[in-house]
């Protein structure tokens, strides 16, 4: 593999590398945890929605898309497809009728009662690499990033 030519400071080039490990870390971690989503039919923004609202409940769109990290354009589309399939049902909100509460049907509580167990036993079969002082400090490392002000996905 090559190595960088980036000419910058050590600490920069050390971030940069940093940032580069991570991010390769977390795609092909996800790649091999959400490989088995397409024996449903569903994508991963789908999957987390449903995941969410199975175990917090009923939620907005706004409320779904900051708890799987997407943007409210976009949960609008992953919203519409689990509709289509009968999955979610969305209900106007009786404290402000601008906005819908989104709810899983019965056929979207028995999908993700059936698909979570496994989904979960991958995701500790993964991170079964590291001990579990391991992955309180990678818990701890990666909150201390994520919760950086400013540059949030619903942020501005």
């Not at 409320?63 to 354009?73: A, F, P, Q, R, V």
């Not at 289509?84 to 899983?104: A, I, M, N, Q, W």
């Not at 028995?110 to 579990?132: D, N, S, W, Y």
């Amino acid at each position: 593999m090559k190595k960088s030519t980036y000419k910058g400071s050590k600490a920069t080039a050390k971030a940069l590398n940093t940032y580069v490990k991570l991010m390769r870390a977390a795609e092909s971690l996800t790649t091999r945890i959400h490989r088995n989503l397409t024996e449903v039919n569903l994508t991963i923004s789908q999957f987390g929605t449903l995941e969410a609202l199975y175990h917090l409940g009923p939620m907005t769109q706004v409320e779904i898309g900051t708890k799987i990290l997407k943007s409210s354009g976009n949960m609008t589309l992953v919203i519409d497809n689990l509709e289509k399939r009968g999955l979610v049902r969305r209900e106007r909100s009786k404290e402000d009728r601008r906005y819908f509460t989104v709810h899983l049907t019965d056929a979207g509580k028995k999908l993700v009662c059936e698909f979570f167990p496994a989904h979960a036993g991958r995701i500790a079969a993964e991170m079964g690499v590291l001990t579990p002082s391991e992955q309180e400090q990678l818990g701890w490392f990666c909150k201390k990033i994520g919760t950086r002000k400013g540059g949030g996905i619903n942020e501005g």
